[in-house]
């Protein structure tokens, strides 16, 4: 198992490097970067990509020189756009500029937002506990709801029950997420019907001066329907691994001699099956709560206006602000392909017969 943890660690860094320079490549490309978005902001607030797609004529601008390069610059000083270059290090080729964004990552500096003036782990470590609570909620609860399911799916397999159960899962996965959550919030949030549950945020605005259950309960009435929108369609495979997995049991020689001792359905079901069937739906947590943490955060957080990494990450995109993108990219590729490990490890600390080495061999 060792030499299994080693070759997977020693992969880690050329995946990291993989994901960073196709990244990088291919903003080189997109148009309205973080100098056009202080054009525009300059200019009036126009539309950043105005002229970008209109020819060459657009582009070509009086005062020739560093404008030259920046659609919508016609007017600026040329000064001013070759500082605006040195103050982003667009002055630098863009071999250099990611050789020296690489060196900072390996010393552990993720550099500041271009627009924010904050550093981007300051910025990472202020929304991470919004997406860490959507995701922490929605895999408990997708644990919560999968497990009972599929194991009554399992004893009833081929019923009536499991046959609409089955049907309706899979309406469920295939509700996606963002038309879920505006069905929520047009039928309980005050859209036309209940206003049961506020509009946006998981927070009121005067949280912080309210007691410690006031708090609580706050808390608890925002979260229900961002949780339940993230949640849907989570639970669908984790709720057909779990019958499977008991399936695969039930049919074994051991629950066939505690049947023939004369245990009841429930002791054969819960002291002996169920021990071994849910070895691989425990070892598969780590690996359901980063789904869940990744997939739906962006489009969940922008439709209840939750202060999140998936709404930061997209609002970095929109503003080209690189170094937020590049850095959340970078940890967010570090914690998936770690987890990725630990999930490995589940899988042997909870069942030993598991070897990942004879099989890579």
Known sequence: MAAYILRRLLLVLPTLLGIMIINFALVQFVPGGPIEQIIAQQQGGGDVFAGISGGGSEIETEAGGANDRYAGSRGLPPEFIEELEREFGFDKPPLERFLGMLWNYMRLDFGESYFRKIGVMELVWEKMPVSISLGLWSTLIAYLISIPLGIRKAVKDGSRFDTWT???????????????????????????????FPLRGLTSDNFEDLSLLGKVADYAWHIPLPVLASTIAAFATLTLLTKNSF??????????????????????????????????????????????????????????????????????????????????????????????????LMYVLVDPRIDFEKRVG
Not at 276 to 299: D, E, K, Q, T
């Open 166 to 196: 089955s049907g309706a899962i899979i309406a469920a996965y295939a509700i996606p997420g963002f038309l879920f959550a505006i069905l929520l919030l047009v039928v309980f949030a005050g859209g036309s019907y209940w206003q049961i």
């Open 247 to 344: 399936l695969d049991e039930i049919k074994k020689h051991y629950v066939m001699t505690a049947r023939a001792k004369g245990l009841s359905e429930g002791r054969v079901l819960y002291g002996h099956v169920f021990r071994n069937a849910m070895l691989i739906v425990i070892a598969g947590f780590p690996a359901v709560f980063i789904g869940v943490f990744f997939s739906g955060s962006l489009i969940i957080e922008t439709i209840f206006s939750l202060d999140g990494l998936g709404r930061m990450g997209f609002e970095a995109a929109v503003a080209r602000d690189y170094p937020v993108i590049f850095g959340t990219l970078f940890v967010f590729g570090l914690m998936s392909l770690v987890v990725g490990i630990i999930s490995d």
